[in-house]
């Protein structure tokens, strides 16, 4: 044990549990690929920390703290939370990753271990592509973030499309960026493939409601393949209350006439579901005729993985960070989100069981690559390099 790097993840969503969002399940997916190949494996908030268990693929706490009094002040200073303390004191992690930026005091850190940060989209990109005004907060934000991004150890990027994205927005230069796509742990999907072949009349969206998640888009898309003849119904996976849009974003929603476009919309043709569990989420993939992303922007959203890998075709904007991979080997259809035309043609298509069984078998070498060697090695060798790097 003594010669495997100890890696740590620090992120406020806990990597376990049947309803995680895309970060942790990033992280979940991480530590068993790291585990398996010479690594222990982390997660902290900065109070719980737990170690992932590669003999059981899930996680175990192994020790919490109270926040105290002083615990705000504290996460604007990580090497002082007493779950970070602890990792770095006790449990001597070689590296810390902070897997969607951060925007505090990170320089302290380096002193005890390597950093690495992951770009996702930090909460200032996430609102800029969310169209939103920055405040004074969000400014400051954005200053730490890129202070941050050039004192690390090293920068990691999971698509060129979030690297030069991050690039321009903090004004650092690419050659900082290690671009490598998110690897998926294979173990953590039960397969069914007979199940895989009987597709059913419905397409499936997987998303917050957010602006760069498109939902107007994927809308007024699905109104015009209605009206184009389409016959499948759409299922639309997303927060608890449709509805209950938070601030800032439910000013854009009214701007945007989505609930408009939801009156417009028959009952049987459109269901909201309230966050599932992601077995339930699968299930719904499995059967059906695509999976559809048409998000405005997205570094590489877990949901087009976990599609692959039970074998859904895809129709997916042209602006995300899959594109390349997508388009390499043929795994579904890109469209432009802003042509509804062009998206209901897509849908159309997909209706045609001849088209859903190429594209599922395509989707197989996709898939391949994700749980490929290739990629894994690339991944593990990338920490190893942070560990050994001067």
Same mark, same amino acid.
């Given at each position: 044990?003594?010669? !495997?790097?100890?890696?740590?993840?620090?992120?406020?969503?806990?990597?376990?549990?049947?309803?995680?969002?895309?970060?942790?399940?990033?992280?979940?997916?991480?530590?068993?690929?790291?585990?398996?190949?010479?690594?222990?494996?982390?997660?902290?908030?900065?109070?719980?920390?737990?170690?992932?268990?590669?003999?059981?693929?899930?996680?175990?706490?192994?020790?919490?703290?109270?926040?105290?009094?002083?615990?705000?002040?504290?996460?604007?200073?990580?090497?002082?939370?007493?779950?970070?303390?602890?990792?770095?004191?006790?449990?001597?992690?070689?590296?810390?990753?902070?897997?969607?930026?951060?925007?505090?005091?990170?320089?302290?850190?380096?002193?005890?271990?390597?950093?690495?940060?992951?770009?996702?989209?930090?909460?200032?990109?996430?609102?800029?592509?969310?169209?939103?005004?920055?405040?004074? !907060?969000?400014?400051?934000?954005?200053?730490?973030?890129?202070? +941050?991004?050039?004192?690390?150890?090293?920068?990691?990027?999971?698509?060129?499309?979030?690297?030069?994205?991050?690039?321009?927005?903090?004004?650092?230069?690419?050659?900082?960026?290690?671009?490598?796509?998110?690897?998926?742990?294979?173990?953590?999907?039960?397969?069914?493939?007979?199940?895989?072949?009987? !597709?059913?009349?419905?397409?499936?969206?997987?998303? +917050?409601?957010?602006?760069?998640?498109?939902?107007?888009?994927?809308?007024?898309?699905?109104?015009?393949?209605?009206?184009?003849?389409?016959?499948?119904?759409?299922?639309?996976?997303?927060?608890?209350?449709?509805?209950?849009?938070?601030?800032?974003?439910?000013?854009?929603?009214?701007?945007?006439?989505?609930?408009?476009?939801?009156?417009?919309?028959?009952?049987?043709?459109?269901?909201?579901?309230?966050?599932?569990?992601?077995?339930?989420?699968?299930?719904?993939?499995?059967?059906?005729?695509?999976?559809?992303?048409?998000?405005?922007?997205?570094?590489?959203?877990?949901?087009?993985?976990?599609?692959?890998?039970?074998?859904?075709?895809?129709?997916?904007?042209?602006?995300?960070?899959?594109?390349?991979?997508?388009?390499?080997?043929?795994?579904?259809?890109?469209?432009?989100?802003?042509?509804?035309?062009?998206?209901?043609n897509a849908m159309i298509m997909v209706e045609n069981k001849n088209t859903v069984n190429e594209y599922s078998e395509n989707i197989k070498n996709l898939y391949g690559y994700l749980i490929s060697d290739e990629l894994y090695s690339k991944t593990v060798n990338f920490y190893k390099s942070a560990v050994n790097e001067k």
């Amino acid at each position: 044990m003594s010669n !495997r790097i100890k890696i740590a993840f620090f992120h406020d969503s806990e990597p376990w549990g049947s309803k995680m969002g895309g970060i942790a399940t990033y992280i979940l997916h991480r530590a068993s690929i790291l585990s398996k190949n010479n690594f222990n494996v982390y997660w902290s908030d900065g109070l719980k920390v737990a170690f992932f268990n590669n003999s059981i693929n899930d996680w175990e706490i192994i020790k919490e703290f109270n926040a105290g009094k002083f615990f705000r002040v504290k996460k604007r200073l990580p090497d002082l939370l007493p779950g970070i303390k602890y990792l770095i004191d006790e449990i001597k992690i070689d590296i810390i990753e902070f897997p969607d930026s951060y925007s505090y005091k990170i320089k302290p850190l380096k002193k005890k271990c390597k950093v690495v940060i992951q770009c996702h989209t930090s909460s200032p990109v996430r609102e800029f592509l969310n169209d939103l005004r920055p405040g004074i !907060r969000s400014k400051l934000n954005a200053k730490r973030i890129k202070k +941050n991004l050039l004192n690390a150890d090293k920068i990691l990027a999971c698509s060129y499309e979030i690297a030069l994205l991050t690039s321009g927005f903090y004004k650092i230069h690419t050659d900082y960026f290690n671009v490598i796509p998110h690897a998926f742990a294979k173990e953590l999907f039960n397969d069914k493939k007979a199940e895989q072949r009987e !597709r059913e009349n419905y397409f499936i969206a997987v998303a +917050n409601v957010e602006y760069l998640k498109g939902i107007d888009l994927l809308l007024k898309a699905f109104l015009q393949y209605k009206k184009n003849g389409g016959k499948n119904k759409l299922y639309y996976v997303g927060p608890k209350h449709l509805f209950d849009v938070p601030p800032p974003m439910d000013k854009k929603w009214i701007q945007l006439g989505t609930d408009k476009l939801l009156s417009e919309l028959k009952a049987e043709d459109f269901e909201f579901i309230a966050y599932l569990t992601k077995e339930k989420v699968y299930d719904l993939m499995r059967k059906a005729s695509a999976t559809i992303v048409l998000s405005r922007f997205e570094a590489f959203t877990m949901v087009i993985g976990e599609a692959s890998l039970v074998e859904c075709p895809l129709i997916v904007s042209n602006r995300l960070g899959w594109n390349n991979l997508v388009n390499k080997f043929d795994a579904g259809i890109l469209v432009n989100p802003y042509n509804k035309e062009e998206v209901a043609n897509a849908m159309i298509m997909v209706e045609n069981k001849n088209t859903v069984n190429e594209y599922s078998e395509n989707i197989k070498n996709l898939y391949g690559y994700l749980i490929s060697d290739e990629l894994y090695s690339k991944t593990v060798n990338f920490y190893k390099s942070a560990v050994n790097e001067k």
